[in-house]
């Protein structure tokens, strides 16, 4: 059955019907006329009874349907047995157990009764990151008693894991992190957990804990950092007093949660432009840590986000993303929809003497850098509204304008003078 079927013999009915009401109409008009006239109005509308039944005689009414009445399923089972035999891929890293590393503060010092976390970074086995998950990484934690501790892995899909443990009593713990069955560098770890009254105050020591719409926390406390905390020997005796404003976010992939937050910047409209490389998207909040805008959809064409690390934000109030993995720079306005610049037609080198007059065709530009940038990791904007961009794979620098057109670039690989080394 097509979608047309209906539309036919809708049509097809319709002409039967007009054809059956002028047929109607012409026998009633004769009618009417041969036994109410007149001789005389006989013969006066005769001729006019003639054509009307003539033309009626001579149409041609769609007697027979147009469209016919199968239908019919037939059961297609070789698709399904392909979909079947393409069900699953084969997953592998070439991260080994030995080059692969373990950092944060939950090697270091641990409190009962809260939570502690520390991340893996997966390497090769000539110590170079590894860029993919889904790795066989075991955590065991083992309590003072000998006892296993609750331990949690969160794979973050780009080489590294988080791991989470929390400590229900005091003593030594040993921390074993197992990498396809072999223990990576360092491992096991050890460390001790303390009571939370044992442990001095620290910004992370909050009064106030405010829910934000977005599902984060919103935390605040002005607090004084004890002298042992200083680098110094000596004793200070007017510590500095540092402020927490507020901590916005939570781990997660809704509005106003992160998982790997890349690049951070300000606008003069008073909002916060946060870049989250491992959810393909941008976040934007208020000077408040109120959610506002979260745009962004993963892929690797035009308007598409695939490893957003650097943002900033212009004099016009558009956000300006550096894409690692896609290897441009994008535009978006404050609204979160994707611009196209404009850069002059035929024009693809740095501005010079052979550069082309202003006054010429326009193309679009919709992914600023590309196959100039191998590796972009941070942008910003200066005061003439050019775009610099610190290419991390070429060390390298790029500075373009706004259209896109690339203004000159310095830097290579290296330890000298206006060399970089990524």
């Known amino acids: 059955v097509t979608s047309t079927s209906p539309q036919v013999l809708q049509a097809q009915l319709e002409a039967l019907r007009q054809g059956q009401e002028n047929i109607l109409s012409s026998c009633a008009f004769t009618e009417q006329a041969l036994h109410h006239g007149t001789a005389p109005e006989v013969l006066l509308v005769k001729k006019?009874?003639?054509?009307?039944?003539?033309?009626?005689a001579s149409q041609d009414f769609p007697e027979h349907p147009h469209e016919n009445a199968q239908l019919d399923f037939?059961?297609?089972?070789?698709?399904?047995?392909k979909s079947i035999l393409n069900l699953g891929v084969l997953i592998t890293t070439s991260a080994t157990a030995h080059k692969t590393v373990a950092t944060g503060e939950g090697l270091r010092h641990a409190v009962v009764g809260q939570p502690c976390s520390l991340s893996v970074t997966?390497?090769?086995?000539?110590?170079?990151?590894?860029?993919?998950?889904?790795?066989?990484?075991?955590?065991?934690?083992?309590?003072?008693?000998?006892?296993?501790?609750e331990a949690e892995v969160l794979d973050n899909k780009n080489g590294t894991y988080e791991l989470l443990y929390t400590p229900r009593a005091e003593g030594d713990f040993v921390l074993s992190i197992l990498l396809y069955g072999q223990p990576i560098r360092g491992s096991p770890f050890r460390v001790r957990a303390v009571k939370a009254c044992d442990v001095p105050p620290s910004p992370d020591d909050v009064k106030r804990r405010v829910k934000s719409p977005s599902g984060g926390h919103i935390r605040q406390k002005a607090v004084r950092r004890p002298s042992s905390m200083y680098s110094s020997g000596k004793k200070k005796e007017n510590p500095i007093e540092d402020e927490l404003i507020f901590r916005v976010g939570t781990r997660g992939r809704e509005k106003g949660e992160?998982?790997?937050?890349?690049?951070?910047?300000?606008s003069s409209a008073g909002r916060i432009v946060v870049a989250d490389s491992n959810n393909q998207c941008v976040q934007v909040f208020s000077?408040?840590?109120q959610f506002r805008l979260r745009f962004g959809v993963r892929g690797r064409s035009p308007g598409q986000l695939q490893r957003p690390t650097g943002v900033t934000v212009d004099m016009n109030g558009d956000i300006i993303i550096a894409d690692y993995d896609n290897r441009w720079v994008s535009i978006f306005s404050p609204e979160g929809k994707f611009k196209v610049s404009g850069a002059p037609a035929g024009d693809t080198g740095l501005l010079g003497p052979r550069a082309l007059p202003h006054p010429c065709p326009l193309l679009p530009?919709?992914?600023?850098?590309?196959?100039?940038l191998m590796g972009p990791k941070g942008v910003a904007v200066d005061?003439?509204?050019?775009i610099i961009v610190v290419?991390?794979?070429a060390c390298c620098v790029f500075i373009f304008q706004s259209n896109g057109k690339l203004v000159t670039k310095f830097g290579s690989r290296g330890t000298a003078e206006r060399q970089f080394a990524g």
């Open 287 to 289: 000077n408040e840590g």
């Open 365 to 372: 530009q919709t992914k600023i850098g590309a196959g100039r």
């Open 383 to 386: 005061r003439n509204g050019h």
């Open 391 to 393: 290419d991390n794979k």
């Open 48 to 56: 006019q009874m003639s054509e009307r039944l003539s033309a009626l």
């Open 122 to 149: 997966t390497k090769d086995k000539d110590g170079e990151l590894v860029r993919s998950g889904s790795a066989s990484l075991r955590f065991q934690v083992t309590a003072p008693d000998g006892g296993a501790a």
């Open 258 to 266: 992160f998982t790997n937050l890349q690049g951070i910047s300000t």
């Open 74 to 81: 037939v059961v297609e089972t070789e698709g399904v047995r």
